[in-house]
């Protein structure tokens, strides 16, 4: 399986600031997923990141809050704008997609716990 | 879009006893169901997955069985031991798609 780097691991953010998440992949790999994990809940899905094309957002959250970049196969950026004590989470990566990327599963980042004061 | 339930949201079982989770999907066109497991303060890790054209698949102490037209899922996990103790997520997808994941249960393994 495919393995992530992602940073920053954890940060501490000021409201009304922007902060950039990063994940590198070790492979080239067509989707990257964007999550979202609050304290003891389960994953919700922010957006599809696909190379060449715009990002795919859920329902609830839109570009200018969560801008994505998907620059090249490899790597995707996560921008959480105009941060709000409600953006505390864990954000985390993610890429496969089983037959169709040819990877197993899918993986996920180790995730950047984020704190807005 | 696809909508997964997981029961129960919490599991305690004594060491050695079995533990089951179950889960539903609403989507018929999903065929590929992976398991996680999360550790406290650790990224999910995939520990088994099943595709739709397998009704069972085995892993050393862990199964998984699938009724697609039931459309429903189970993660078996036997001879339970103290780490196994963790919080445990299903999930559903198409090959290459999005995948949705179900709420969550949180299996305590009694020593």
């Known amino acids: 399986s495919a393995v992530i780097s992602q940073k920053p691991s954890r940060d501490i953010c000021q409201r009304g600031t922007s902060l950039t998440i990063q994940c590198q992949v070790d492979s080239q790999v067509t989707m990257m997923f964007w999550y979202r994990q609050q304290p003891g809940q389960s994953l919700t899905l922010i957006a599809t990141a696909n190379q060449g094309s715009e990002a795919t957002y859920e329902s609830g959250f839109v570009i200018d809050k969560f801008p994505i970049s998907r620059p090249n196969l490899t790597f995707s950026t996560l921008t959480v704008s105009n941060m709000s004590p409600e953006d505390s989470s864990i954000y985390l990566c993610?890429?496969?997609?089983?037959?169709?990327?040819?990877?197993?599963?899918?993986?996920f980042g180790s995730g950047t716990r984020l704190t807005v004061v | 879009g696809e909508n997964v339930e997981q029961h129960p949201s919490t599991l305690s079982v004594q060491e050695g006893d079995s533990a089951v989770i179950k889960c539903t999907y609403s989507?018929?066109?999903?065929?590929?169901f992976p398991w996680y497991k999360q550790e406290l303060g650790k990224r999910p890790q995939l520990i088994i997955d099943?595709?739709?054209?397998?009704g069972e698949k085995k892993d050393q102490r862990i199964a998984v069985t699938l009724n697609k037209t039931a459309k429903h899922f189970s993660l078996h996990i036997t001879e339970t031991q103290p780490e196994d103790s963790a919080v445990y997520f299903c999930?559903?997808?198409?090959?290459?798609?999005?995948?949705?994941f179900g709420t969550g249960t949180k299996l305590q393994v009694i020593p």
């Open positions: 999930a559903a997808s198409s090959e290459g798609q999005k995948v949705t």
């Open positions: 989507d018929s066109a999903s065929n590929y």
């Open positions: 099943i595709r739709s054209n397998v």
């Open positions: 993610s890429v496969g997609g089983g037959l169709a990327t040819g990877l197993e599963g899918y993986t």
